[in-house]
């Protein structure tokens, strides 16, 4: 799946435009859930006074420029799971009726993580998407929703590669004694990780425990140990874990860059913030190598 490029005013994928998707068919609708009540102790003390999906890319907040893409990819239901300094994020988003949807809330009055928050949304009787607030990416939502319905999957998981730096060197040593034959310095590690945008089936809900705090990696590792399906698509677009300072940094640059672009692509169509991969086909969670933490609100 190719990266669309960013429109400049709203940072949503070019061919997600006027509700229809890259191959110009009306895209579909579904309702979305975000994840927004977690603390972002990543970038503090930012997150002192601001919560995390508020922190601005250019003159919006990343929950704003989230809110708009789904938007235009056809979903016009979103309810935010909301916490820490959530009057903020009231204040900022409302009803979403300047975002043209209807925003509802969900109080978390601890927190609970990534996927125990559902408990306490209504109306889960049809597929959803449940992603995190934090999340920047060229992601076609419209896509990811079509490919889920069609491997007929329990969640889908969006993944990409990403180039992970170990910061030490890192010795092989004999397995008897203490003879080393190879030092590789800070090497990195290239492995397939979570997005942290999930398709999710109603059905799904039933694997989350009634109370106490559960994250959509022990979603996802129950459904696994129940053989449902489980399966990812994955993308070799934009993508950044706001979550992660050098991702923020680098997502106002790339704002700011697509701002002054002409065409509206930052640093190139083939540039982004995690290595810029080559396509690869969709394949399911059990042929991949998996990092499910690096898609986590903290």
């Not at 009306?26 to 927004?36: D, Y």
């Not at 002409?262 to 990092?291: F, R, S």
Request: a negative charge.
């Amino acid at each position: 799946m190719a990266a669309k490029g960013i429109n400049n005013g709203t940072g949503l994928p070019l061919s997600a435009r006027n509700g229809r998707n890259a191959n110009g068919a009306p895209n579909g609708s579904a309702r979305a859930i975000i994840f927004a009540g977690g603390r972002g102790t990543r970038l503090a003390p930012y997150t002192s006074v601001l919560p995390k999906p508020l922190m601005p890319i250019g003159d919006r907040s990343i929950l704003e420029l989230v809110i708009n893409q789904l938007v235009e990819c056809g979903i016009v239901d979103v309810t935010l799971c909301v916490g820490y300094l959530s009057h903020l994020i009231e204040a900022v988003i409302g009803d979403g009726a300047a975002h043209d949807v209807a925003v509802t809330y969900v109080r978390e009055e601890e927190p609970l993580g990534t996927a125990a928050p559902l408990r306490l949304v209504e109306g889960l009787d049809d597929t959803f998407i449940a992603m995190n607030g934090d999340v920047l990416t060229t992601l076609d939502y419209a896509e990811l929703l079509r490919h889920h319905r069609d491997a007929g999957n329990m969640v889908t998981i969006a993944t990409r590669q990403r180039p992970i730096q170990i910061d030490y060197g890192v010795l092989h040593i004999r397995a008897a004694g203490d003879r080393v034959y190879k030092y590789i310095e800070k090497p990195q590690r290239t492995s397939t990780v979570s997005m942290g945008i999930y398709v999710v089936e109603p059905e799904a809900l039933a694997y989350i425990p009634p109370d106490g705090h559960f994250d959509f990696p022990d979603l996802v590792k129950a459904l696994l140990r129940a053989e449902q399906p489980v399966g990812a698509l994955r993308f070799e677009g934009l993508w950044f874990d706001i979550g992660r300072r050098d991702d923020y940094e680098e997502a106002v640059d790339a704002w700011f860059a697509a701002s002054m672009s002409e065409n509206g692509y930052p640093y190139g169509a083939d540039v982004n913030g995690n290595g810029g991969p080559k396509h690869l086909d969709h394949e399911t969670v059990g042929e991949m190598d998996m990092d499910m933490d690096v898609g986590n609100l903290e």
